[in-house]
């Protein structure tokens, strides 16, 4: 094939693998003529909203896969096309996806490697499709280490771990949306490749489908411990809050004899002991202050006291 931007390709013996990374109409319009592609391909290849699937044709076999590249942190869907033939397979996608730019420099640059890896096409594809899937467990295992690193702020008082809960909750229903088709797709490419390959791939395509199961039970126990967490950060929150308005009540509560006191006096009245009457002195000529203070000290102690005995100023 002729040199294209964006276009990479590589052969072994009558199989080529073609590569395009951020393509266009014009690109896809030629590959489609060289290799009698369907032109609604071609629209489903330049959409960002296709969701996987696998359409079979007389001579090609038509893929759409998602899988997670990370930007700022959370998993984004990019979409991978693929078109198999019998003597052919193009990969088609938006960015680079890491384990399928690895593979192709193998292909390129190890003999040994593209005689085993390209026998046929299907094996190329069940190489691409691993490859993507191990990587997708690599992931988890990255998510899972999240999640034990947030147990731990979950449990200090200090730290407010809702955000990092938040953001693990996130990259997991994203993970979600991207491994779940998956398991269907997988097992319809397990069926329809097959009359691409003179020799049974059933094996092999067992493997990745475990391989899928694994991650989505390992996607199911993370959702399930994170969501535990968030109960149990905010049974935790509640409990501190809790704990600080009791503890603001009991203070005011203690204040009312002093301000109530504090208001009998504060009126345009005459009380024993106020200015306008004649002045308590037998404790100086603070006596009215004194005893003010004694009263409102004697009530508060009283409260206290009620508030230990019924156990309200310490945990059970």
Same mark, same amino acid.
């Given at each position: 094939?002729?040199?294209?931007? %964006?276009?990479?390709?590589?052969?072994?013996?009558?199989?080529? #693998? *073609?590569?395009?990374?951020?393509?266009?109409?014009?690109?896809?319009?030629?590959?489609?003529?060289?290799? /009698?592609?369907?032109?609604?391909?071609?629209?489903?290849?330049?959409?960002?909203?296709?969701?996987?699937? +696998?359409?079979?044709?007389?001579?090609?076999?038509?893929?759409?896969?998602?899988?997670?590249?990370?930007?700022?942190?959370?998993?984004?869907?990019?979409?991978?096309?693929?078109? $198999?033939?019998? /003597?052919?397979?193009?990969?088609?996608?938006?960015?680079?996806?890491?384990?399928?730019?690895?593979?192709?420099?193998?292909?390129?640059?190890?003999?040994?490697?593209?005689?085993?890896?390209?026998? /046929?096409?299907?094996?190329?594809?069940?190489?691409?499709?691993?490859?993507? +899937?191990?990587?997708?467990?690599?992931? !988890?295992?990255?998510?899972?280490?999240? $999640?034990?690193?947030?147990?731990?702020?979950?449990?200090?008082?200090?730290?407010?771990?809702?955000?990092?809960?938040?953001?693990?909750?996130?990259? &997991?229903?994203?993970?979600?949306?991207? !491994?779940?088709?998956?398991?269907?797709?997988?097992?319809?490419?397990?069926?329809?490749?097959?009359?691409?390959?003179?020799?049974?791939?059933?094996?092999? #395509?067992?493997?990745?489908?475990? %391989?899928?199961?694994?991650?989505?039970?390992?996607?199911?126990?993370?959702?399930?411990?994170?969501?535990?967490?968030?109960?149990?950060?905010?049974?935790?929150?509640?409990?501190?809050?809790?704990? *600080?308005?009791?503890?603001?009540? &009991?203070?005011?509560?203690?204040?009312?004899?002093?301000?109530?006191?504090?208001?009998?006096?504060?009126?345009?009245?005459?009380?024993?002991?106020?200015?306008?009457?004649?002045? #308590?002195?037998?404790?100086?000529?603070?006596?009215?202050?004194?005893?003010?203070?004694?009263?409102?000290?004697?009530?508060?102690?009283?409260?206290?006291?009620?508030?230990?005995?019924?156990? #309200?100023?310490?945990?059970?």
């Amino acid at each position: 094939m002729k040199a294209i931007e %964006h276009v990479n390709s590589v052969n072994n013996d009558s199989l080529e #693998w *073609i590569d395009v990374n951020e393509p266009n109409r014009s690109i896809l319009n030629t590959l489609a003529e060289s290799y /009698n592609l369907h032109h609604l391909h071609v629209e489903d290849c330049l959409s960002k909203i296709q969701l996987p699937k +696998v359409e079979k044709y007389a001579d090609t076999l038509f893929v759409i896969l998602q899988f997670p590249v990370y930007n700022n942190g959370i998993p984004k869907g990019v979409q991978l096309s693929i078109f $198999i033939g019998f /003597n052919f397979l193009i990969t088609i996608h938006k960015g680079e996806i890491k384990p399928l730019a690895e593979l192709f420099n193998i292909c390129k640059s190890d003999d040994s490697q593209r005689v085993i890896i390209m026998s /046929n096409p299907v094996v190329l594809l069940h190489k691409i499709i691993d490859m993507l +899937v191990d990587e997708l467990l690599h992931v !988890i295992i990255k998510v899972e280490g999240n $999640i034990e690193d947030i147990e731990d702020l979950v449990f200090d008082e200090k730290i407010s771990a809702i955000r990092s809960i938040t953001y693990v909750r996130r990259e &997991i229903l994203a993970l979600r949306r991207i !491994i779940l088709p998956l398991r269907r797709v997988v097992a319809d490419i397990a069926r329809e490749s097959q009359r691409f390959s003179s020799s049974d791939m059933s094996p092999y #395509w067992n493997d990745i489908k475990d %391989h899928v199961e694994k991650a989505i039970d390992m996607l199911d126990v993370a959702n399930e411990t994170i969501n535990i967490y968030k109960d149990t950060d905010f049974i935790l929150s509640s409990e501190k809050t809790n704990k *600080i308005l009791a503890v603001l009540t &009991i203070i005011f509560t203690l204040s009312i004899p002093a301000t109530l006191i504090a208001t009998f006096y504060g009126m345009n009245v005459i009380l024993p002991g106020g200015v306008d009457d004649e002045p #308590w002195m037998f404790f100086g000529k603070y006596t009215t202050l004194i005893v003010t203070v004694i009263l409102s000290a004697v009530s508060a102690l009283f409260m206290l006291y009620y508030f230990y005995r019924k156990g #309200w100023l310490y945990e059970k």
